[in-house]
């Protein structure tokens, strides 16, 4: 019985914290400054011309992550379809035939095709295109 005037009453006590929330936003409001906003944007402003960060430097980060991560795939992908040959080892040892091949397979593919790739785009880029002297 309590509880159920618990959920009775609870549109009362929502709407008295509405109006109390809303209170304290007006007297909030009308005691704020209105310049403050301005005074920000003018800091922010100055700030961002203040800044040291470019187009050049910004494309020359991405640029050298991309160059870990081609660096970095390659023997990822070496060791992946690594892996792939040891399943494809373990499935042809195992009798029973519960260990599948084709996971074994597909694991090969997925590793050699990521090494073969990264490699390829290490070698078009750093030596092809020429940023690499």
């Given at each position: 019985m309590n509880l159920l005037r618990k959920i009775m009453d609870l549109?009362?006590?929502?709407?008295?914290?509405?109006?109390?929330y809303a209170f304290t936003a007006r007297t909030a409001l009308a005691d704020?400054?209105?310049l403050n906003p301005i005074q920000q944007v003018e800091d922010a402003r100055?700030?961002?011309?203040?800044?040291?960060?470019?187009?050049d430097s910004a494309k020359?980060?991405?640029?050298?992550?991309?160059?870990?991560?081609?660096?970095?795939?390659a023997p990822l992908g070496l060791a992946v379809a690594l892996f792939g040959f040891w399943m494809l080892h373990k499935a042809n040892q195992d009798e029973s035939g519960r260990t599948s091949k084709g996971v074994a397979l597909t694991t090969i593919i997925i590793g050699?095709?990521?090494?073969?790739?990264?490699?390829?785009?290490?070698?078009?880029?750093?030596?092809?295109?020429?940023?690499?002297?």
């Open positions: 549109p009362y006590a929502l709407s008295a914290t509405a109006v109390a704020a400054d209105v100055e700030a961002a011309q203040n800044t040291t960060l470019d187009v020359s980060g991405a640029e050298k992550f991309a160059d870990v991560l081609i660096y970095f795939a050699g095709c990521t090494a073969v790739f990264s490699v390829l785009t290490f070698v078009a880029v750093e030596y092809i295109v020429g940023t690499k002297s």
